[in-house]
């Protein structure tokens, strides 16, 4: 589990003004999807990273300024876009409903 506590990702002892933080939660049926993976893509859509998401169905990242495409993968699912815009000091929270 990534840290996660009931109403989302805990923050503690995360410094927020030093980092762009983009996380959220996988969802479908209202349930959360843990053994998802959420990739982030650059704007040119070139793969940065990968991150499974919790039993809880969270997932982090700390990324830089700009502007981001979420990609999740889940067993039964087809993949799901979802565009964010990351900002150092905020913390972009994204649900993402397959």
Request: glycine share 16%.
């Amino acid at each position: 589990m990534c840290g996660a506590t009931e109403g989302g990702l805990s923050l503690d002892g995360v410094n927020v003004t030093k980092e762009a933080i983009i996380q959220g939660q996988v969802l479908r049926g209202g349930e959360p999807v843990g053994k998802a993976y959420v990739r982030l893509l650059d704007r040119t859509g070139e793969f940065t990273a990968e991150v499974p998401t919790s039993a809880t169905g969270h997932f982090r990242f700390f990324a830089g300024e700009g502007a981001w495409t979420l990609r999740t993968l889940a067993p039964g699912a087809e993949p799901v876009d979802k565009q964010v815009v990351g900002t150092i000091g905020s913390v972009a929270e994204i649900a993402v409903v397959l």
